[in-house]
C-alpha cells in the first residue's frame, strides 16, 4: 500500500514563496509518476505539476515560470517550490502517485493517478 504524505502549506501574502512536500512509501519516487494536483472549493482538481521516473516533467499553465517540481530518490520525498504566488493558487493541493510512465497528456489529469495524499491548504491573500 502507498502511503504519501503531505507538509508545508500555509497563509501567504501574494508574491510569497511556499515550498511543500511529499514524503512517499518504499521508492515510489524513484519508480512510478508523482504529481501536485490542486482543488480549490467549486472547482475540479487541476493538474499542477508531475515527474516521470526518468526525470521528464510537466506542468499546468497557470503555473508555468512560476512553480518547480522536483524530487529527493534518496530520501523518496517530492516538493514543490511555488514562487510568486497569487490569490487563485489558494487550494487544498495533493501529491499523487501514478503509472511509471504517464506521456504528456496524461501526467496532468487526475483519473491516471490511484494514490493520494490527504492534502495540505495553501491559502494567498492579496
Known amino acids: 500500500q502507498v502511503q504519501l504524505v503531505e507538509s508545508g502549506g500555509g497563509s501567504v501574502q501574494a508574491g510569497g514563496s511556499l515550498r511543500l512536500s511529499c514524503a512517499a512509501s518504499?521508492?515510489?519516487?524513484?519508480?512510478?509518476?508523482v504529481g501536485w494536483f490542486r482543488q480549490a472549493p467549486g472547482k475540479e482538481r487541476e493538474g499542477v505539476a508531475a515527474?516521470?521516473?526518468?526525470?521528464?516533467?510537466l506542468y499546468g499553465d497557470s503555473v508555468k515560470g512560476r512553480f518547480t517540481i522536483s524530487k529527493d530518490t534518496a530520501k523518496n520525498t517530492l516538493y514543490l517550490q511555488m514562487d510568486n504566488l497569487k490569490p487563485e493558487d489558494t487550494a487544498m493541493y495533493y501529491c499523487?502517485?501514478?503509472?511509471?510512465?504517464?506521456?504528456?497528456?496524461?501526467?496532468?489529469?487526475?483519473?491516471?493517478?490511484?494514490?493520494w495524499g490527504q492534502g495540505t491548504q495553501v491559502t494567498v491573500s492579496s
Open positions: 499523487a502517485s501514478g503509472g511509471p510512465r504517464l506521456n504528456r497528456n496524461q501526467a496532468l489529469v487526475a483519473r491516471n493517478y490511484d494514490y
Open positions: 518504499g521508492s515510489v519516487v524513484s519508480r512510478f509518476t
Open positions: 515527474v516521470r521516473p526518468d526525470g521528464f516533467t
